[in-house]
């Protein structure tokens, strides 16, 4: 018998999840809900699910085992917590939310409640991460001394006027960084490790009213002595293709979206021929560069049949609530570090409350410079 999965909040995103839940052995979308009525009666129209107007009523659904969070960033919280204490495993888009002490509730909501809690990274699940993250783990790349995140992207002013909480500290939780660029973020620290120090500036340079960043830069120092950058944007026109590399002292490797574009250790194995012939057969789109609505829910499908595995055998999911956390941690230490123009330590030592929805206006600014 299928798992009954649910949606909470019927915006763009909750299309690929109901195209991934589709697409999961043993899952079914049996119920959808939003606090807007129309928006869950039109997905439950496409998907032949049952629309809810309560979120009582949804959670009280039996049939309802798993729910995925796809409102707002920064209103993850009050549904995940809402879920896990109605007995339901939990999978939250990403990011996990906007600040720690947010993150945090929803991870001691599900650990109390002791049901699955899963953030949704789907870039972890393509062929090529994990190509490269085995390649990581087996040592082929020597010692780690460098890596690196582009993500530069291109949205329209159109973009960020189509939503209010678009672009707003409150509930996008940031700009170019905490809402594109996390993907990269997190498949770097996978790569990499931890990070124990950040050093940033942003900008907000390509479109007018949002109170976030369109551009960021970042270097890292990660726990095991490499150093690495982050460059996040999105206003460089037309929109390119998100790239990682990864450099060692005895290997090096870089990917472009799904693709392989550089392949070469010191000490060959017989895969790397295989893998070095279809780097010339790339054939990633520019997924989300341009247009939000261009991305696949293959990442997602395959992070959904990881979600089932982890509730039937009792074993956590690849990315759980910890490793959802990770991204959010390093972004607000940008953030901290772009504000007060020096270097942020991580952990950080104080949940930095910089985009709670509580206050009239948002403790992080842009400084006037750069607006």
Known sequence: MATGFGIIGCGLISKFHARAIADTPGAELVA????????????????????????????ADPRVEVVTVATPSGAHMEPA???????????????????LERCDAIIQACEKADVVLSTIFPSRFHDVSQLFKRAVDQGRFGRLVLGDAYVKWWRTQQYYDSGAWRGTWELDGGGALMNQAIHSVDLLLWFMGPVVEVRADFALLGHERIAVEDVAVATLRFANGALGTIEATTAAYPGHKKRIEIHGTKGSA??????????????PQPEDEQIQRKMAERVSGSGG??????IGHHGHARQFANVLRAIQTGQKPLIDGYEGRR????ILGIYLSAERGEPVRLPLREDPKLMVRQVGVAQLRLPSRWQ
């Open 32 to 59: 959808c809900y939003d606090t807007v009525p129309e928006a869950a009666d039109r997905l439950a129209a496409e998907t032949g699910c049952k629309p809810y107007h309560s979120l009582e009523a949804f959670l």
């Open 81 to 99: 917590v809402a879920a896990a204490t109605a007995g339901k495993h939990v999978i939250v888009e990403k990011p996990l939310e906007i600040t």
């Open 254 to 267: 870089i990917m472009e979206e799904e693709d392989i574009v550089f392949w070469q250790f010191a000490e």
């Open 289 to 294: 560069a341009a247009d939000p609505a261009a």
């Open 327 to 330: 991204p959010v941690e390093v």
